[in-house]
């Protein structure tokens, strides 16, 4: 994609709301939540690509990380973090309305770590 370096740096302020999403030249201020929209603006952004095409491509990069997923493979991004399926065990669990004891059964869960980049660019 025509060489794009991204890095997520903090603005000096504590909170996800100050993250500040950078490619190359260019900064986007994010809200609390960066979506799939502004992902695909901050490819076309930086690249050649129409809009349809860049979100399209989000889509598939998504879809790819979910699938693997799904399938138990561990997704890994460099310098961002890496995302697996962990086993919860069962447990007793409570009702917080009447506080009867509820069994809670087993399920997977999708768990994410942080990157080396990522902690020393968010702290």
Known sequence: MN????RILSCGF??????IL???NHCY???????????AAAIVAQT?????????????????????LVQGEK???RGFGSFRIRQRDPYDGRNPSTGEPV?????????????????????
């Open 48 to 68: 050649d690509l129409h809009t349809a095409l860049a979100a399209e491509c989000v889509q598939h990069i998504l879809n790819g990380m979910v699938d693997a």
């Open 22 to 24: 950078r490619l190359d």
């Open 75 to 77: 997704v890994e991004i």
């Open 103 to 123: 069994a809670v059964p087993p399920r997977r869960v999708a768990n994410f770590t942080p990157g080396k980049e990522l902690n020393g660019g968010v702290r």
């Open 29 to 39: 201020p994010c809200r609390m939540t960066i979506t799939k929209a502004d992902l």
């Open 14 to 19: 504590k909170g996800w709301r100050n993250i």
């Open 3 to 6: 060489g794009v370096r991204s």
